[in-house]
């Protein structure tokens, strides 16, 4: 069994990529649902934020207002590291617990999509090969004022936040351009589908 670790900065279009990946036969685990996951009222990681950050990030019903937290920890180092130090290891155990999963399957090809392997490096160790999803900065701020509703301001401190994707891209073993049509992508994904053989 092949696995790919699929990653890209905020607004590139990883998601999108993975989902023409696994239409091409891939399965996929999606770091970020994961995350949503482990976070939920009542997890081990849950009872932690609230109480490193407070309840005032609680929506009604009790689950975490993503976006209230972001606009906290995006503009302080520290709170994003104990943040990501919470939630981290509990992602990883489940990946990993998945990759194991489909193993047993016999899946021929897994991706892993996640925004941080590169930072992190905590999967280098079960990834045969790292595909970079990138888009000019343009297109991100564009998508993440259209999408997130964020305004230009919030959507640069959330591009800045991040490593440089020219950074990144140092790091993939195959890169994909997503600033284009759907179409371009498209190709460029089958391409790199079989590069990889699959």
Not at 160 to 169: F, L, V
Request: avoid cysteine.
């Amino acid at each position: 069994m092949k696995v790919i670790g699929i990653t890209g900065n905020i607004a590139s279009g990883k998601s999108t990529v993975a989902r023409m990946f696994e239409a091409l036969g891939a399965r996929i685990i999606d770091a970020d649902e994961i995350a949503r996951i482990v976070v939920e009222p009542g997890e081990p990681a849950w009872k932690e934020i609230v109480g490193e950050f407070g309840k005032d990030i609680l929506e009604p019903g009790g689950a975490i207002d993503r976006k209230r937290l972001g606009d906290i920890v995006f503009g302080d180092e520290a709170r994003r590291k104990r943040l990501n130090e919470i939630t981290h290891p509990r992602i990883m155990e489940r990946i990993r617990g998945l990759v194991r999963g489909y193993e047993k399957e016999k899946a021929p090809v897994v991706m892993i999509e996640a925004a941080l392997i590169v930072e992190k490096g905590g999967l280098k160790d079960l990834i045969d090969a790292l595909i970079v999803v990138t888009a000019d900065e343009e297109t991100q701020i564009r998508r993440l004022m259209e999408g997130k509703g964020y305004s230009r301001e919030e959507a640069v401190s959330r591009l800045r936040a991040q490593m440089p994707a020219r950074e990144k891209m140092i790091h993939g073993d195959y890169i994909i351009d997503n600033s284009g049509s759907l179409e371009d992508t498209r190709a460029r994904a089958k391409a790199v589908s079989e590069a990889i053989g699959f």
